[in-house]
């Protein structure tokens, strides 16, 4: 009958089987799907964190030792192996999905159609959702405008600034170590990891003063396990020293944690 893809004489069997239970209609049209040309479909699973894909031939396999724990009845050879990318390589990890594809996870059947089945496809061939892509857009455009009134701050709002950067990321400050007229030393304490970070903050500064910084803290490295160099107007381009834990923070990436912590509405009030 599964070769033949006997589709009336399994639905009597199911029947017999189910009698007046609910699922035989579910498992007929589950099976169904799995015999009338599955090539046409794209197939989907959830496991280990991730979202698989692939796509199978028309055509079934019978299992020679009839059902096993391993193989069940009968199975469908891939044409394309399973898959937790996209078509671009991009891992399509559970936590980064929309929730109308993850709740497709927790259906405890064998078989069914997804709702969020368009979506599905969007991320598998890596296109945008139209809605998305002009929010990022308006989120870039208002990043662009918040850089602006970041670098108008004067001296002292920047320190305050960059202090409730750190606090909203975990960040205590247990000393203040300099003066305003050449920028502020901090010490700052992140509770979650045991870790001190030295944290310069200055409104305008070059490389020579970065470089000199960084002598400092790497006299320091018992003491300090990181350090933060912010600036809002930096003269020309600043590096940080690869291989060692220092951040520079500039224009650009102080407003990016400006919108990503919420403090759009504080710096407004500071111009």
Known sequence: MLRATDLSAIAAILREQYGLKPGATQDLNALRSLLESPSRH?????????????????????????????????????????????????????????????????????????????????????????????????????????????????????????????????????????????GIDVEVENPATDEIAFVQVKAAAGQKTLDDYVGRFRERRERYHRMIFAVHSPKGSLAAPPGEPVQVWDGPKVAKLVVRLGLGDWLVKRI
């Open 42 to 182: 794209l197939w989907v699973t959830f496991e280990d964190g991730f979202m698989w894909w692939s796509t199978v031939r028309d055509g079934i396999t019978i299992s020679p030792d009839n059902e096993t724990v391993e193989h069940g009845h009968f199975w469908l050879d891939l044409d394309r192996p399973w898959s937790n990318r996209s078509l671009t390589g991009r891992y399509l990890a559970m936590s980064e999905l929309p929730g109308v594809v993850t709740t497709t996870a927790g259906f405890q059947g064998t078989i069914c159609e997804p709702k969020g089945w368009r979506e599905i496809l969007c991320l598998i061939r890596d296109e945008e959702d139209e809605e998305a892509a002009a929010a990022i857009a308006a989120q870039l455009a208002y990043q662009a405008a918040v850089g602006k009134l970041v670098a108008r701050l004067r001296p002292k709002d920047f320190e305050v600034l960059v202090d409730l950067i750190l606090s909203r990321s975990g960040w205590t400050r247990l000393a203040k170590l300099g003066g305003a007229t050449e």
